[in-house]
């Protein structure tokens, strides 16, 4: 979901917060909560669950990148 429309500006992409709320990520329209994320062949998982096994990787100010 779309949280806020006139964000700080931040690239998007930007890691904003990260908590077992959602993972809050920069977008050129605003910011977007992530709720859930799934890794390539793996389930769904909740942010609190994420947030245990990658709280390194998930620290404000990261940008996001593509795997592409």
Same mark, same amino acid.
């Given at each position: 979901?779309?949280? &806020?429309?006139?964000?700080?500006?931040?690239?998007?992409?930007?890691?904003?917060?990260?908590?077992?709320?959602?993972? &809050?990520?920069a977008t050129g329209q605003g910011v977007l909560r992530i709720?859930?994320?799934?890794?390539?062949?793996?389930?769904?998982?909740?942010?609190?669950?994420?947030?245990?096994?990658?709280? &390194?990787?998930?620290?404000?100010?990261?940008?996001?990148?593509?795997?592409?």
């Amino acid at each position: 979901c779309v949280l &806020d429309k006139h964000a700080q500006a931040a690239p998007p992409g930007t890691l904003l917060t990260a908590s077992s709320d959602g993972i &809050d990520v920069a977008t050129g329209q605003g910011v977007l909560r992530i709720l859930q994320l799934q890794f390539p062949g793996g389930k769904p998982l909740s942010c609190a669950d994420i947030l245990h096994a990658k709280r &390194d990787k998930l620290m404000p100010g990261t940008l996001l990148q593509t795997a592409c």
